[in-house]
């Protein structure tokens, strides 16, 4: 095992959403299924075809994707499932390598459905459209220094960057023929394009936007605005000549529930609920010019609240409701300074799930993902109130010690080892947890700890696991 640890030097975060409203207030009352057609037409419809063939986009995280197993993942094909299962249809997945040659196949005929898509007038010419499975809010995504966007109008010359084939390009050529539009391949790469100043801004999804400004780390880009009427509707395309086939799927998807959309939406992205500030006191106000200057104070205390909230969802690990390693850095100088202040030792603990790949491997992902979601429950419920408890990466956690001598921090661990020891996790085996300790002194370097706490780790898990080691103060330094 090769790492190389040291601090993080994590850009001040500028963007913050709410995700949980719009799911609720934007589903569609739910239909019972015992009631509705879809339950008396049941498999016994024969004009419909029992397996139908779709195609998705394949690199669209967190909403779908396809995985290096050829599996569809993802939001979309969680409610997809749903979708399947109360339709009484068995869906075939079309492989393509791209969003562009997923509606090349559709318009050809080689796949019957689209999976998670906005409604167009140009898509309205070859496919059928469902309900919307999800509402999510598009946003304007730049970087911190570009001002707030108060009206779309005024962006004259400047650049806005966007995904191929998407039905947002079609919208803003129609609506903003000023904006200098540049196309690339995949979300990434639009929001690549912001932070390296290729373009001004882009228009996406936020939680398309949160999840990969999350994985890349680009944490110098902000919500500048949001432009209202363009949320997306995302629904499932169906061919034109199928029209039966779109009733019953869409049977289906309004079937569910408010709750069962938010629990998809929560498995991928977690976000905080800001409940809406209250407006109706604008109405009583007097004076266009007292009218235009508070509901632009609305938008900026609206904006502000939203970059707070997902700054926050940046920061913690969405499966464990941890923080998570973007948010180390901080809080490391904090205690490194604080440490260096009073005199104390500061230590760290690194804690990895023993032979959790064979966890995955012989018991499923879902199985290994509620082992860690159960070990991380432990470690807090074990840990001091001045321990910091952080998910590391994969299946290593990290504690941040402060005033806590490596002896100290040796009993934390194996208190925690013990802790995990002993709890059913419902597998018919234990888990077991090796750890390294290190500790830092006023006076030694600030990364020399965590090259330390490696090799620790390291050591234990190749002398036996289950087991906790010490470096001692000087070694491998």
Same mark, same amino acid.
């Given at each position: 095992?090769?790492?190389?640890?040291?601090?993080?030097?994590?850009?001040?975060?500028?963007?913050?959403?709410?995700?949980?409203?719009?799911?609720?207030?934007?589903?569609?009352?739910?239909?019972?299924?015992?009631?509705?057609?879809?339950?008396?037409?049941?498999?016994?419809?024969?004009?419909?075809?029992?397996?139908?063939?779709?195609?998705?986009?394949?690199?669209?995280?967190?909403?779908?994707?396809?995985?290096?197993?050829?599996?569809?993942?993802?939001?979309?094909?969680?409610?997809?499932?749903?979708?399947?299962?109360?339709?009484?249809?068995?869906?075939?997945?079309?492989?393509?390598?791209?969003?562009? =040659?997923?509606? *090349?196949?559709?318009?050809?005929?080689?796949?019957?459905?689209?999976?998670?898509?906005?409604?167009?007038?140009?898509?309205?010419?070859?496919?059928?459209?469902?309900?919307?499975?999800?509402?999510?809010?598009?946003?304007?995504?730049?970087?911190?220094?570009?001002?707030?966007?108060?009206?779309?109008?005024?962006?004259?010359?400047?650049?806005?960057?966007?995904?191929?084939?998407?039905?947002?390009?079609?919208?803003?050529?129609?609506?903003?023929?000023?904006?200098?539009?540049?196309?690339?391949?995949?979300?990434?790469?639009?929001?690549?394009?912001?932070?390296?100043?290729?373009?001004?801004?882009?228009?996406?999804?936020?939680?398309?936007?949160?999840?990969?400004?999350?994985?890349?780390?680009?944490?110098?880009?902000?919500?500048?605005?949001?432009?209202?009427?363009? *949320?997306?509707?995302?629904?499932?395309?169906?061919?034109?000549?199928?029209?039966?086939?779109?009733?019953?799927?869409?049977?289906?998807?309004?079937?569910?529930?408010?709750? =069962?959309?938010?629990?998809?939406?929560?498995?991928?992205?977690?976000?905080?609920?800001?409940?809406?500030?209250?407006?109706?006191?604008?109405?009583?106000?007097?004076?266009?010019?007292?009218?235009?200057?508070?509901?632009?104070?609305?938008?900026?205390?609206?904006?502000?609240?939203?970059?707070?909230?997902?700054?926050?969802?940046?920061?913690?690990?969405?499966?464990?409701?941890?923080?998570?390693?973007?948010?180390?850095?901080?809080?490391?100088?904090?205690?490194?300074?604080?440490?260096?202040?009073?005199?104390?030792?500061?230590?760290?603990?690194?804690?990895?799930?023993?032979?959790?790949?064979?966890?995955? &491997?012989?018991?499923?992902?879902?199985?290994?993902?509620?082992?860690?979601?159960?070990?991380?429950?432990?470690?807090?419920?074990?840990?001091?109130?001045?321990?910091?408890?952080?998910?590391?990466?994969? =299946?290593?956690?990290?504690?941040?010690?402060?005033?806590?001598?490596? =002896?100290?921090?040796?009993?934390? *661990?194996?208190?925690?080892?013990?802790?995990?020891?002993?709890? &059913?996790?419902?597998?018919?085996?234990?888990?077991?947890?090796?750890?390294?300790?290190?500790?830092?002194?006023?006076?030694?370097?600030?990364?020399?700890?965590?090259?330390?706490?490696?090799?620790?780790?390291?050591?234990?898990?190749?002398?036996?696991?289950?087991?906790?080691?010490?470096?001692?103060?000087?070694?491998?330094?």
């Amino acid at each position: 095992m090769t790492k190389v640890c040291r601090p993080w030097r994590v850009c001040s975060v500028a963007l913050g959403w709410l995700l949980c409203a719009s799911v609720l207030a934007s589903a569609p009352a739910p239909t019972s299924l015992a009631s509705s057609p879809l339950a008396a037409q049941g498999a016994a419809a024969p004009h419909l075809p029992g397996e139908v063939t779709y195609c998705v986009d394949p690199d669209w995280p967190p909403f779908e994707q396809i995985d290096a197993q050829g599996q569809h993942v993802g939001i979309a094909a969680d409610l997809l499932k749903l979708v399947a299962q109360r339709s009484g249809l068995s869906l075939t997945l079309v492989p393509t390598a791209n969003w562009e =040659e997923s509606l *090349a196949a559709s318009q050809a005929g080689r796949c019957q459905l689209l999976s998670f898509l906005n409604q167009s007038p140009k898509r309205d010419a070859w496919l059928l459209f469902t309900a919307p499975l999800l509402t999510d809010e598009n946003v304007f995504i730049s970087r911190e220094e570009h001002p707030f966007i108060a009206d779309p109008a005024a962006l004259q010359g400047q650049t806005l960057v966007l995904p191929k084939g998407t039905s947002v390009e079609e919208r803003l050529r129609r609506d903003f023929p000023q904006l200098k539009l540049m196309l690339v391949d995949t979300e990434a790469q639009a929001l690549a394009a912001v932070n390296e100043r290729r373009a001004d801004l882009t228009l996406r999804s936020l939680i398309v936007a949160a999840s990969t400004i999350k994985r890349e780390g680009w944490f110098n880009l902000k919500i500048a605005g949001q432009l209202p009427g363009y *949320a997306n509707q995302l629904r499932i395309g169906v061919s034109k000549s199928q029209p039966e086939l779109r009733d019953r799927l869409n049977q289906a998807v309004q079937s569910i529930t408010p709750a =069962e959309r938010q629990a998809v939406v929560d498995e991928h992205v977690r976000l905080n609920v800001v409940t809406a500030l209250d407006t109706r006191w604008l109405r009583a106000l007097a004076g266009v010019l007292l009218a235009v200057l508070l509901t632009s104070a609305f938008w900026i205390r609206r904006l502000r609240k939203l970059n707070l909230q997902l700054q926050q969802a940046t920061l913690t690990d969405a499966l464990t409701g941890l923080r998570n390693r973007h948010d180390f850095d901080a809080l490391y100088e904090r205690e490194l300074a604080r440490s260096r202040r009073h005199g104390m030792a500061l230590s760290v603990v690194l804690l990895d799930v023993d032979y959790f790949k064979r966890i995955n &491997d012989e018991l499923g992902h879902p199985v290994g993902d509620r082992v860690l979601q159960e070990t991380a429950g432990l470690l807090k419920q074990c840990a001091r109130t001045i321990d910091h408890v952080i998910r590391w990466g994969g =299946e290593e956690f990290l504690l941040l010690c402060p005033d806590t001598s490596a =002896e100290q921090a040796k009993s934390l *661990a194996e208190r925690l080892a013990q802790a995990v020891r002993q709890h &059913d996790f419902g597998l018919g085996r234990p888990v077991t947890l090796s750890a390294g300790v290190a500790s830092l002194a006023p006076q030694d370097a600030p990364g020399g700890m965590f090259k330390q706490v490696d090799a620790a780790l390291y050591r234990a898990k190749n002398t036996g696991r289950d087991r906790v080691v010490v470096c001692q103060h000087g070694e491998y330094a």
